[in-house]
């Protein structure tokens, strides 16, 4: 099962298929903005070249990316299908993204504006394994300081108030025209992200698995 997730950024989706999908579905979740965090840890050369990019919260421009991701999608975890987030931000990677992998449904999430400015300043993320914590929702044990890894926890750069409005301007300038590209296919399903998910009613993976379980014929 070869699933796209969209949305603009904080709508939650990288936190629901790394915490939960992934292991619902056995697929792996495969963010294009970890792969590029990896190679800034690793000092890589494509980590130098993404970085300037990345904390200045613009795009990495598409062909650096999509060779990256073109690469990470041939390694054997990813045979039975992954949960892509990050990618495509550009109808132009869209239509790249055909040409590697046959995509079966695209869940765009979606969370009003506030919830999202909310959700960015309090996200914190651990620099050794990239794990998410928010300072409301998801507190780590020890104060920052990574529960899985023992990393530490730090705000992103482009989580700060002023790089990440400039983050929400790039997806509704250049990302949003993806969510046609994949409507025109009639491979987009809709899913209402604005409760967080220590909410009481809360009802984002419920509303995904009833997308792919149909899929995956159950
Ligand atoms: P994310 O963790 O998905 O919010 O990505 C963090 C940053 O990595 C983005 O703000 C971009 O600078 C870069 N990035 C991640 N995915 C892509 C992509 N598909 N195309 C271009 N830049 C990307």
Redesign the pocket.
């Known amino acids: 099962m070869k699933v796209v997730l969209l949305g603009a ?1 904080n709508t939650g989706k ?1 936190t629901y298929a790394s915490r939960y999908l992934k292991d619902i579905y056995k697929i792996p979740h495969i ?4 792969l ?2 990896a190679n800034i840890r690793n000092n890589t050369d494509l980590g130098v070249e ?1 970085k300037a ?2 904390d200045a ?6 062909a650096i ?1 999509t060779s990256m ?1 073109r690469q990470r999608l041939k390694e054997d975890d990813c045979r039975d299908g992954f949960f892509l ?6 109808v132009a ?1 869209a239509e790249a993204l055909e040409g590697i992998a046959s995509i079966d449904v695209a869940l765009n999430f979606i969370a009003d504006e506030e919830t999202l400015i909310r959700r960015a300043t309090g996200r914190r993320t651990c620099r050794g394994c990239g794990a998410i914590y928010h300072l409301t929702n998801i507190i780590p044990k020890v104060e920052g300081v990574c529960d899985k890894c023992g990393g530490e926890v730090y705000q992103r750069d ?1 989580d700060k108030m002023e790089v990440f409005k400039k ?1 929400l301007k ?1 997806y509704n300038d250049e990302t949003r025209p993806v969510i046609e590209f994949y409507r025109k296919k009639g491979l987009l399903a809709e899913i209402d992200a604005n409760l967080d998910v220590n909410h009481p009613n809360f009802h984002v993976i419920d509303d995904c698995k009833k997308v792919l379980d149909k899929l995956r014929g159950k």
Do not use: C, E, N
């Open positions: 950024p990288g963010s294009t903005g970890d590029f965090r993404a990019y990345i919260g613009k795009l990495v421009p598409d990316t991701l987030d990050g990618f495509p931000r550009t990677q482009d983050r790039i």
